[in-house]
């Protein structure tokens, strides 16, 4: 599985792409850590809250620049989001558990963003340079 970024996932809007970056970065030291050989339930536990707020965060920094530029589809598109956050509690809830496998939840969590991304964000990201022209 490849968790590193891809210039095709490019929207052409900064602030968003360096926040996808950094959510594939996330995902991509989680799983470095997750296949490491040490004892790292630490690290891990952080690093997995850390990617479950930042995907928190880019969530609500796209939605308040949806809605200032005024996306007409916003509603759904926050519906997604939703959605997403959703299935993310459950993983979290089986992390308390102690029954999460967190390679899944990344493969998971992966694939959403980049079906995501080249989907549902580029509607946006097409509305947004449209009106940059
Ligand atoms: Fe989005």
Redesign the pocket.
């Known amino acids: 599985m490849d968790y590193r970024w891809k210039d095709e996932y490019k929207l052409s809007i900064d602030t968003i792409d360096e926040q996808h970056k950094s959510l594939f970065e996330a995902i991509e030291g989680l799983e470095k850590l997750i296949n490491s050989e040490e004892d790292q339930a630490n690290p891990i536990d952080a690093s997995l809250s850390f990617l479950v707020r930042y995907t928190d965060y880019?969530?609500n920094a796209?939605?308040k620049l949806l809605e200032r530029k005024g996306f007409p589809d916003l509603a759904r598109?926050r519906q997604?989001?939703k959605d997403l956050k959703d299935n993310v509690l459950h993983f979290l809830k089986e992390q308390e558990e102690g029954t999460l496998d967190i390679g899944n939840f990344l493969v998971f969590l992966q694939y959403w963003l980049v079906k995501?991304?080249l989907v549902?964000?580029k509607k946006?990201a097409d509305f947004l340079n449209k009106k940059k022209e």
């Open positions: 880019h969530f796209e939605e598109h997604l989001h995501h991304i549902e964000d946006f």
